[in-house]
T-cell receptor, first 118, second 112 residues
Framework: DAMVIQNPRYQVTQFGKPVTLSCSQT?????MYWYQQKSSQAPKLLFH???????NEADTPDNFQSRRPNTSFCFLDIRSPGLGDAAMYLC?????????????????FGPGTRLTVL | DQQVKQNSPSLSVQEGRISILNCDYT??????FLWYKKYPAEGPTFLIS?????DKNEDGRFTVFLNKSAKHLSLHIVPSQPGDSAVYFC???????????FGTGTRLTVIP
């Protein structure tokens, strides 16, 4: 079955220790997204890749970086995790047209990685 | 600044009755709206969507209503089933933008 896979499902890291979260997809979608969801809050978009083009949200801290080496994989790097970065991190994909037709297709989500910062 | 709001964190409904989940938005540029359903330990899954050129979209037991003047949409589930118990997220997007803006979710419990 085509799907969005996130590894690991649970990640524990220490304050200040860099961590990388992984997302892969078998849907061959051109857009990949990373969302942060804190407890009882709405998922919040951190950034997305439209093909190889990186699009950062204005309020995403510099501490968060992303890489997309190919269509299938996308990584979220947290350079120096703080206690406030503990959250669920959701990866999503969609097949999007450009321009005015963007945002009209559903996003497919992975199961998420729950990050704990000690 | 929460642009999409779901003011009811939880809702309980008897099996067989109607479930109505509500969502309000503030950004008049939003013209496409989606509902996602999330089970524990899984990612959100797409349920139903509606474009701003419509005021209703129906898919089986699920119907979404859009009131543009009130900037309000609602999801109706009828009849409700125990398997519908999940967290429901409302989301919105604007033409030409890839980002979705989500609400905080409503936890629906359908009581057998």
């Amino acid at each position: 079955d085509a799907m969005v896979i996130q590894n690991p499902r649970y990640q524990v890291t220490q304050f200040g220790k860099p961590v990388t979260l992984s997302c892969s997809q078998t849907l061959n979608h051109n857009v990949m997204y990373w969302y942060q969801q804190k407890s009882s809050q709405a998922p919040k978009l951190l950034f997305h890749y439209y093909d190889k083009d990186f699009n950062n949200e204005a309020d995403t801290p510099d501490n968060f970086q992303s890489r997309r080496p190919n269509t299938s994989f996308c990584f979220l790097d947290i350079r120096s995790p703080g206690l406030g970065d503990a959250a669920m991190y959701l990866c999503a994909t969609s097949r999007e047209a450009s321009g005015s037709l963007s945002g009209r297709n559903e996003q497919f989500f992975g199961p998420g990685t729950r990050l704990t910062v000690l | 600044d929460q642009q999409v709001k779901q003011n009811s964190p939880s809702l309980s409904v008897q099996e067989g009755r109607i479930s109505i989940l509500n969502c309000d938005y503030t950004n008049s540029m939003f013209d496409y709206f989606l509902w996602y359903k999330k089970y524990p330990a899984e990612g959100p899954t797409f349920l139903i969507s509606i474009s701003s050129i419509k005021d209703k979209n129906e898919d089986g037991r699920f119907t979404v209503f859009l009131n543009k003047s009130a900037k309000h949409l609602s999801l109706h589930i009828v009849p409700s089933q125990p398997g519908d118990s999940a967290v429901y997220f409302c989301a919105a997007s604007a033409s030409g933008a890839n980002n979705l803006f989500f609400g905080t979710g409503t936890r629906l419990t359908v009581i057998p």
